[in-house]
C-alpha cells in the first residue's frame, strides 16, 4: 500500500551559465518566472515570462515535452523547485531550475527588468 520514493533530482543551472547560452540560443529555451504577477511586474530576469505556479495546472498542456529547455526561476528557487516537480509528474524531462532564483540572478549581476527593478527581492516565495 506504501511506497517508499527516492525525490527525483532537480537539475539547477547557475544564473550566469544559463544566461550566457540563454542570449546566444533563446530560441532554445523557455524561460517561466513561476512567481505572481506583482513580484514579476516589480523585478523579474530579462527575457523571463510570467506564468505564475497556479497556472501551470492547466497551463502546462501549452508547453513542449521536447524541442526547447523549460528555465524555471522565482524568487529564491523553492517555488520554481515545486513547479519542476509537478512538470516532472506531468511528463516533462526537459526542466532545469535557476539555483538560487532572482536573488542569485542579481548577485551575479545579471540584467532585471520590471517596474522597481532596485526594489529588494523577498527571500519567501
Known amino acids: 500500500k506504501w511506497i517508499n520514493l527516492v525525490e527525483p533530482p532537480i537539475h539547477d543551472i547557475t544564473s550566469a551559465e544559463f544566461y550566457a547560452d540563454f542570449e546566444k ?31 501551470l495546472f492547466d497551463g502546462h498542456k501549452f508547453l513542449p515535452k521536447s524541442g ?6 522565482c524568487s529564491s528557487g523553492r517555488l520554481a523547485g515545486v513547479a519542476y516537480g509537478y512538470l516532472e509528474h506531468q511528463g516533462f524531462f526537459n526542466l532545469l531550475r535557476i539555483e538560487g532564483g532572482v536573488q542569485a540572478w542579481v548577485v ?18
Open 25 to 55: 540560443n533563446p530560441d532554445n529555451y523557455i524561460f517561466i518566472d513561476v512567481r505572481n504577477e506583482s513580484a514579476y511586474n516589480t523585478a523579474h530576469a530579462k527575457g523571463s515570462v510570467n506564468k505564475p505556479i497556479g497556472s
Open 68 to 73: 526547447k529547455q523549460i528555465v524555471l526561476i
Open 108 to 125: 551575479a549581476g545579471l540584467p532585471l527588468e520590471g517596474s522597481n527593478i532596485h526594489a529588494p527581492i523577498p527571500t519567501i516565495d
